[in-house]
């Protein structure tokens, strides 16, 4: 069909594609293809080149004076006009972030090496961030097209420098429904794109994700940083994002990020939020713990009188049990050791006592075993009678060994 009449072809590449939603890479490698001849083509024009200039200048102009947000590279490239060469961008740019079926790798390489104006730095920005090279996405995005908003967005969505609004807002706009709706659907067919080990391209069939709150305040932090290293010229940029984003960023990197030459001024904002959430933060912990601390208090009574209620339980260990010990645990120190001359008596209960018909008390020794040998001790024998050898009677006392019988 394309050898007959081209714009016919590319029209109905462009039906299944986007209208079909085929997912062959093949296909989506020829549109691709197709968009960037065109692009290139218009730029070898010199009043497109001038068109293109004075459009960026515009665009770093609104968003250097702004006090508030101001508008992404791609709907103040929209607002522009309705000319042909600016609607094929917008087409391509909304290709490239939407599709997962053409080559990255091979996208980027021709548009880097034709890109003589660095005219494009917004689409060579969507393409480092298909591959995953955030910094140099977010240095492109920050530094060639002053586009402030759109490194905020590529931050908040893992990687995507058009975001859903965006994209509604801009295919709304030119009519562009079926690329929008690309960019918000995560790709046709939700195809993500990987790169195996044999560096060919891999695609997966999935959807988007949830965004990952770690990354997305570790792709802050590096935008922070592309910020604050251009110094004194993106006070403005650097105070906007450090306010919008005070939940997601470290008080403690942004200082280390801060040059010495800055003023502590456009950071004070920040500061003073950051200061107020981590004592709120720490209160609120504090306040916690105090009910947790409650809560196994009331607990551990209520366990206190159960276990009380049920009273304790002596076991005497065995000759068995008291042998393997002695043999496992030859070296180890008893839990009570007998102190020579003397006896450790632990007296039970009354009523135990009375339960067993006498006054027998407990004695603890320890000898090599780990645990408590629980042994009875006997009672006490009666006066053994002795003759008074003076007095030719008896008496009833002990035996004095240290008398002499003559």
């Known amino acids: 069909m394309r050898a007959v009449d081209i714009d016919v072809g590319k029209q109905y590449l462009e039906h299944l594609v986007l209208g079909r939603k085929n997912s062959e890479p093949a296909l989506h490698e020829q ?105 140099a996405a977010l240095t492109l995005l ?55 080990k044999a560096g060919k391209m891999e695609r997966n069939v999935g959807t988007k994700e949830a965004v990952d709150e770690s990354k997305k305040k570790e792709l802050l932090r590096i935008l922070m940083e592309v910020h604050m290293a251009r110094g004194d010229g993106a006070v403005h940029e650097t105070a906007r994002l450090l306010d919008s984003q005070t939940m997601n960023l470290d008080a403690y990197d942004v200082l280390s990020a801060v040059p010495p030459t800055s003023s502590l001024a456009v950071i004070s904002t920040f500061l003073s939020r950051s200061f107020r959430r981590s004592l709120y933060d720490l209160h609120e912990g504090q306040i916690l713990k105090a009910i947790s601390s409650g809560q196994n208090l009331e607990v551990l009574d209520e366990a206190y009188t159960v276990f009380r209620e049920r009273g ?30 003397e006896d450790y008596a632990l007296r039970e209960k009354v009523g135990l006592h009375e339960e067993e018909g006498d006054e027998r008390g407990i004695t603890l020794t ?14 006490p024998q009666p006066a053994i009678p002795t003759s008074d050898w003076n007095t030719g009677g008896f008496v009833h006392g002990s035996v004095d060994s240290s008398r002499t019988i003559t």
Request: net charge negative; with cysteine.
């Open 31 to 135: 549109l691709i293809q197709h968009y960037l001849d065109r692009l290139f083509t218009s730029l070898h024009n010199p009043e497109a080149i001038t068109f293109w200039q004075e459009a960026a200048l515009s665009h770093s102009s609104a968003t250097r004076d702004a006090f508030s947000q101001p508008p992404s590279f791609l709907e103040h490239v929209a607002s522009l006009s309705d000319m042909p060469v600016v609607r094929l961008r917008i087409k391509m740019a909304l290709f490239l972030q939407g599709s997962t079926g053409y080559n990255v790798f091979t996208v980027r390489d021709r548009v880097r090496k034709s890109d003589e104006h660095e005219l494009l730095g917004f689409e060579r920005a969507i393409l480092h961030g298909k591959i995953g090279n955030h910094k």
């Open 366 to 379: 320890g000898g090599n075993d780990t645990g408590v040998k629980i042994i009875k001790t006997p009672q």
């Open 312 to 341: 304790a339980i002596i076991e005497e260990a065995g000759e068995s049990d008291s042998d393997d010990r002695d043999q496992d645990y030859e070296n180890e120190k008893p839990i009570i050791q007998a102190v020579e001359g």
């Open 142 to 196: 920050v530094r060639t097209v002053h586009d402030s908003t759109s490194a905020e967005a590529y931050c908040t969505s893992e990687g995507e420098v058009v975001s859903n609004i965006v994209a509604t807002v801009v295919g709304h706009q030119l009519g562009l429904d079926l690329r929008s709706n690309l960019v918000v659907s995560g790709g046709v067919s939700g195809l993500a794109i990987s790169k195996n």
